[in-house]
């Protein structure tokens, strides 16, 4: 059965870069899109950046621009680059594993396969 890791979160000043990390194992990633969400207090869990199998991304309009989102299949791992941190970029990150396209995907809370536990990212100076 897919399980989903997520590291990299920590706590960052205005401005500076983070690299989330998803890793994958009891199945193949590269048979999996995968969708970067994340969930602030007291607010929606949303989508931020999503690749889907064939390699299409899709970026929230927010981070488009400063977060970069890629898949190593050879290790089984995902990866959300992100520079230019903003406090509004505060929340626990989520990788999850889906068969959608990447828009649908982001677009989507539900129907995934498997969700990782989340990252906390913390932008404050």
């Known amino acids: 059965q897919l399980q989903l890791v997520e590291s990299g979160g920590g706590l960052v000043q205005p401005g500076g870069s983070l690299r989330l990390s998803c890793a994958a194992s009891g199945s193949t990633l590269g048979a999996y899109g995968v969708g970067w969400f994340r969930q602030a207090p007291g607010k929606e869990r949303e989508g931020v950046s999503c690749i889907d199998v064939g390699g299409t991304t899709y970026y929230t309009d927010s981070v488009k621009g400063r977060f970069t989102i890629s898949k190593d299949n050879a290790k089984n791992e995902a990866y959300l680059q992100m520079h230019g941190l903003k406090p509004e970029d505060t929340a626990t990150y989520y990788c999850?594993?889906?068969?959608?396209?990447?828009?649908?995907?982001?677009?989507?809370?539900?129907?995934?396969?498997?969700w990782g536990q989340g990252t906390q990212v913390t932008v404050s100076s």
């Open positions: 999850a594993a889906s068969w959608r396209a990447a828009k649908s995907m982001c677009a989507a809370l539900d129907g995934h396969v498997q």
